[in-house]
T-cell receptor, first 116, second 114 residues
Framework: GDSVTQMEGPVTLSEEAFLTINCTYT??????LFWYVQYPGEGLQLLLK?????DKGSNKGFEATYRKETTSFHLEKGSVQVSDSAVYFC???????????????FGQGTRLTINP | DTGVSQNPRHKITKRGQNVTFRCDPI?????LYWYRQTLGQGPEFLTY????????KSRLLSDRFSAERPKGSFSTLEIQRTEQGDSAMYLC????????????FGEGSRLTVL
């Protein structure tokens, strides 16, 4: 079945450092890919998405590029802030957005802590 | 607040008891999902409703679990004869048919089975 693998956490960085959180997937067909973020005390929320190969999703300074050849969707940010401290989840859906229920398959999550 | 609301936020129960969780989705959303999340893991899909119809169920949803969405608005998830392995965070999410893949999650209901 479909699966998502994320880099092990926790990850601790200093403010303004460069961030990469690795995500690779296994899927039949052409999945849509997502990053969700969970801030302390809040529900998961969509950070960014990409629906086809070579698409780049971006939001709040974060970026991820859908790489079909390496089955990857790594999350990057050039300069992190304390407010980016959260748990980040990579996820896939075997359906294109707008094509039915989004039965997401999630990775295990990566806890990120940014120190001032 | 017009977000997804879940109640109760935390439930502690003894093994063998029944528990029920409630989810109130964003009012204009016709799709509603239940996920389960155990410690250190990502959420796992349990079931999905479109309006009042339950259209998909995961194999994770044993016959002790039942979910309803009687009027296409709020939903309940009941677990009968709870077991310690049921201890987890139960997440509800909703989405609009017109939205491009974004699910809106509640804060979850944490179940602890003693």
């Amino acid at each position: 079945g479909d699966s998502v693998t994320q880099m092990e956490g926790p990850v601790t960085l200093s403010e303004e450092a460069f961030l990469t959180i690795n995500c690779t997937y296994t899927a039949t067909g052409y999945p849509s890919l997502f990053w969700y973020v969970q801030y302390p005390g809040e529900g998961l929320q969509l950070l960014l998405k990409a629906t086809k190969a070579d698409d780049k999703g971006s939001n709040k300074g974060f970026e991820a590029t859908y790489r079909k050849e390496t089955t990857s969707f790594h999350l990057e940010k050039g300069s992190v802030q304390v407010s980016d401290s959260a748990v980040y989840f990579c996820a896939l859906s075997d359906r294109a957005p707008g094509q039915g229920a989004q039965k997401l398959v999630f990775g295990q999550g990566t806890r990120l802590t940014i120190n001032p | 607040d017009t977000g997804v609301s879940q109640n109760p936020r935390h439930k502690i129960t003894k093994r063998g008891q029944n528990v029920t969780f409630r989810c109130d989705p964003i009012s204009e959303h016709n799709r509603l999902y239940w996920y389960r999340q155990t410690l250190g893991q990502g959420p796992e899909f349990l079931t999905y409703f479109q309006n009042e119809a339950q259209l998909e169920k995961s194999r994770l949803l044993s016959d002790r679990f039942s979910a309803e969405r009687p009027k296409g608005s709020f939903s309940t998830l009941e677990i009968q004869r709870t077991e310690q392995g049921d201890s987890a965070m139960y997440l509800c999410a909703s989405s609009s048919k017109s939205k491009t893949g974004e699910l809106f999650f509640g804060e979850g209901s944490r179940l602890t089975v003693l």
